[in-house]
């Protein structure tokens, strides 16, 4: 099986920075994508940002300038260094990953979400 595992999520000051971490691990031939979405109380998920493996990111107009998406092959890790935060931006965020685990098929998984709180 795959997991994605979360972390780095927490509570920060408006105006403060955090590093969320996700870990793939299992039986991987190769990920394409990485990605990282959120979801607020009452709000649906909304995608975040967006890697590929050459490291090619986009970002959600709501987070460009301030959010940076990395991501480490070797290790098959994905990275999201949010500075500014603002309270619009507490949620779970989830982390997503396109991988396949053969040479034929692709899949898309899920982490467990990490919550981020941000006080105004």
């Known amino acids: 099986q795959v997991q994605l595992v979360e972390s780095g999520g927490g509570l920060v000051q408006a105006g403060g920075s955090l590093r969320l971490s996700c870990a793939a691990s299992?039986?991987?031939?190769?990920?394409?994508?990485m990605g990282w979405y959120r979801q607020a109380p009452g709000k649906q998920r909304e995608w975040v940002a967006i890697?590929?493996?050459?490291?090619?990111?986009n970002y959600a107009d709501s987070v460009k300038g301030r959010f940076t998406i990395s991501r480490d092959n070797n290790k098959n890790m994905v990275f999201l260094q949010m500075n500014s935060l603002k309270p619009e931006d507490a949620a779970v965020y989830y982390c997503?990953?396109?991988?396949?685990?053969?040479?034929?098929?692709?899949?898309?998984?899920w982490g467990q979400g990490t919550q981020v709180t941000v006080s105004s």
């Open positions: 997503h990953a396109n991988l396949r685990r053969n040479a034929f098929t692709s899949q898309a998984y």
């Open positions: 890697i590929t493996s050459g490291g090619s990111s």
């Open positions: 299992g039986i991987i031939y190769t990920i394409n994508t």
